[in-house]
């Protein structure tokens, strides 16, 4: 607590003075937190000073509050490039990094309790600076370190704003990705690598991680010949929390054709573990493509979980085992399957789309979702699945073009359906195509 208050004076984040006829002080309170290393271990105690933000009101003490963090797809492309092209990648963690944020809105804050200035306890703090738990703490944090990437020779991805990509010519390249506090980067000089460091710790109270070894609940081993990632904490606490450390593994994460509906016969279960269980699992999707059809099945039940959704849940948790790996491959191709069910949803009739991107042989992007509209046939399902998949491969090659990493061919998508890739190359089966939607004819 002494740590944080020191740090919040430091930084200048607030000073004391009388509070204004036409104005309303906010409270604050302490928030502890314990954090792990990819070991398990406590790697050190944290106390967080933090505004009530469901006090705050908009207009009077906020504005936006809107602040973009990295897609996943982007991180896991990050990690493939650098392994392909042999580059390590390096971590670096704001400190207090909310409290950099400069203020436009004129806000005022209780004095901390057992910290109060002696003899002017009914004084007020006026932020100069954003403090944690303020709404727009996060818009002021990213605007701040933004300006001081864009003004400092970087060039911010259009199609991912927390990306940022500096480069003299294809020699010298440094990449660095921004998630909320939390900083990775890499590149082909040492030089500018070292120097981006020695910057960022000039300008910012930084802690130097070394080469990235944990990063957003992902575990990274950096090889000679390419880069492991997995979430093996991850899944063994999700086990222990829902007590199923100790249940026997199976092959399959779902029962094969498996239909479950809404109003399925059996009893009624708590809702708020079914939707911790399933958020569990989603975010564990992060480095296992084989659980994500499951998981979106499941996740469809969440309002009114019945017995036969939880055994559901149950098995995908005794399936969890394994991870990826991103090999040391030159060819930097991505290669696009896709695939689709038909009518599978008994309630609806709606089909699943199904994709997966992958760079060198490692799996960079994927999504299983309900389709919007009803298939009236397994080709038209398959069209818009494929469809689905095309729109993704725009948006990656175009990320790929800006980390210099241009698509030099066009990008291959495979599909297993005849009629679905004859209606592709052209508009043939005109009486059964002519009422599939627009939006769907992008290839």
Request: a positive charge.
């Amino acid at each position: 607590m002494d740590e944080e208050i020191h740090a919040i004076e430091k930084n200048q984040t607030w000073e004391l003075t009388d509070l204004p006829a036409d104005k309303r002080p906010i409270g604050v309170k302490w928030v502890y937190q314990t954090k792990y290393m990819s070991s398990g271990e406590i790697h050190r105690l944290k106390a967080r000073l933090v505004e009530k933000w469901y006090k705050q009101k908009l207009v009077i003490d906020y504005f936006e509050v809107f602040a973009p963090v990295a897609r996943l797809d982007t991180i896991r492309m990050l990690i493939s490039l650098s392994a392909q092209n042999n580059w390590k990648i390096h971590q670096m963690d704001v400190k207090s990094a909310f409290l950099n944020g400069t203020l436009e809105e004129e806000v005022y804050v209780e004095q901390p309790a057992g910290y109060e200035v002696e003899e002017k306890e009914d004084k007020v703090y006026r932020l100069k600076k954003a403090l944690y738990g303020l709404k727009q703490a996060p818009r002021a944090w990213y605007k701040k370190i933004d300006s001081y990437f864009v003004h400092n020779g970087f060039q911010r991805c259009p199609f991912e704003h927390t990306l940022y990509i500096k480069s003299v010519d294809l020699d010298n390249i440094l990449i660095v990705c921004l998630y909320v506090d939390d900083l990775i980067f890499t590149g082909n000089n040492p030089k500018m690598i070292a120097e981006f460091r020695e910057a960022m710790v000039k300008c910012f109270e930084m802690t130097d991680l070394g080469l990235m070894s944990y990063f957003l609940g992902i575990e990274v081993i950096q090889q000679d010949d390419g880069i492991f990632i997995s979430q093996k904490k991850y899944a063994a606490d999700i086990l222990k929390k829902f007590k199923m450390e100790n249940s026997k593994p199976i092959s399959t994460p779902v029962e094969e054709k498996l239909k479950l509906k809404k109003d399925s016969d059996g009893k009624r279960i708590n809702a708020t573990y079914y939707k911790s269980l399933i958020g569990s699992l989603k975010y564990l999707t992060a480095t296992r493509p084989d659980i994500v059809f499951g998981v979106g099945l499941l996740s469809r039940f969440i309002e009114e979980p019945r017995a036969c959704h939880l055994q559901g849940a149950k098995r995908i948790l005794k399936y969890i085992k394994g991870t990826i790996f991103y090999a040391n491959i030159k060819a930097v191709k991505l290669v696009g399957y896709t695939d689709s069910g038909w009518a599978r949803d008994v309630e609806t009739r709606k089909s699943t789309s199904g994709y997966s991107f992958h760079l060198g042989i490692g799996a960079v992007s994927w999504s299983s979702k309900k389709q919007p509209l009803v298939a009236l046939s397994t080709a038209e399902a398959k069209y818009m699945a494929a469809a689905s998949c095309a729109t993704q491969s725009v948006w990656l090659r175009r990320m790929l073009e800006v980390m210099h990493q241009k698509q030099d061919t066009l990008t291959v998508i495979f599909c297993d359906n005849k009629s679905a890739i004859a209606l592709c190359r052209n508009p043939i089966f005109h009486g059964r195509s002519k009422h599939i939607d627009s939006q769907f004819h992008k290839i």
